[in-house]
C-alpha cells in the first residue's frame, strides 16, 4: 500500500546565517537538507518540527510561520516496494527561529548525514539543496506574504 510521509522542515537562521543539515549520497557526493523530517501519529505538523530538528541538530527551535508547501515522488520501484514510507514525502517548511540555551546532544541523525552546516543565503543558493524546489527560491519565500506551493517533483534517482 502507497504511503505518503508529512515532514516538518525548517528554514532556521541565526545571525544571517541558515542551517542546513550536510548528507553524502550513495555515490558519495555531498547535498545539503533543511533540518527536520517525518510527523508521527497524532503530533502536530509543529511539534514534529521541534522534535526533528532537535534529534538531528541538537538545538531547539521555535516556528514562527509556515512558508512553503513542496513535494518529491521518486519513480524507481524496486526503491518503493522496500522503502515506501519514504519515496512520497509532502514537506511542510517552517521559518523557525532558535531557543536561546545550550544545544543538547544530537540524538539521532538523518539518513546520510554528515554534519550540519551555518551558511549565508548566497552560499545556499549555491548548493545542491533538498528540496530541489527551493533550489535559488528561499529570498522568494520568504519574502512572500503567503504560503508558497514550491510545486511536485518527480526523481528518477533512489530515495534512501
Not at 523530517?37 to 518540527?49: I, T, V
Not at 521518486?74 to 517548511?93: A, E, G, L, S, W
Request: glycine share 6%.
Amino acid at each position: 500500500m502507497p504511503i505518503i510521509r508529512n515532514s516538518a522542515k525548517a528554514l532556521l537562521f541565526h545571525q544571517g546565517k541558515l542551517l542546513l543539515n550536510s548528507h553524502l549520497d550513495r555515490s558519495g557526493s555531498p547535498y545539503y537538507d533543511l533540518p527536520g523530517g517525518g510527523q508521527e501519529p497524532f503530533e502536530s505538523m509543529e511539534e514534529a518540527l521541534i522534535r526533528e530538528v532537535r534529534e538531528e541538530t541538537g538545538l531547539t527551535v521555535r516556528p514562527l510561520r509556515f512558508l512553503a508547501l513542496a513535494e518529491e515522488i521518486f519513480t524507481d520501484p524496486q526503491m518503493r516496494q522496500r522503502y515506501p514510507q519514504y519515496c512520497h514525502r509532502v514537506m511542510h517548511i517552517f521559518l523557525a527561529e532558535l531557543v536561546p540555551g545550550v544545544p543538547q546532544t544530537q540524538a539521532e541523525p538523518d539518513f546520510q548525514q554528515t554534519g550540519s552546516v551555518w551558511v549565508t543565503p548566497e552560499e545556499a543558493g549555491a548548493l545542491p539543496l533538498v528540496p530541489i524546489q527551493l533550489r535559488g527560491q528561499i529570498a522568494q519565500v520568504l519574502a512572500s506574504s503567503s504560503p508558497v506551493y514550491l510545486g511536485a517533483v518527480r526523481r528518477d534517482e533512489v530515495c534512501m
